[in-house]
């Protein structure tokens, strides 16, 4: 049986429509966004953004190649 994904106060989860991913860079990742090299995120956050809340993040790769 899979297991639920976490869910926001709301009961929204990560592929909901009003949740953002977002991005966590390193500092060098910082640094390569801001000269306009395409970096990869050291995790992403999912965000609702009804309520505001951060309720899950994952830093599995398969995910983050999805978001650079």
Known sequence: MPQ???TCRC???RHH???SAKGRYSTMGW???LIGVT???RAVEYW???CGERF???ADPDV???HC
Request: aromatic share 4%; with cysteine; charged share 25%.
């Open 31 to 33: 640094f390569t966004l």
């Open 56 to 58: 899950d993040s994952t």
């Open 64 to 66: 983050l190649a999805k």
């Open 48 to 50: 609702c953004r009804r």
């Open 39 to 41: 970096a990869r995120p």
């Open 4 to 6: 639920a994904l976490p």
């Open 17 to 19: 429509h009003m949740v």
């Open 11 to 13: 009961g929204h989860d």
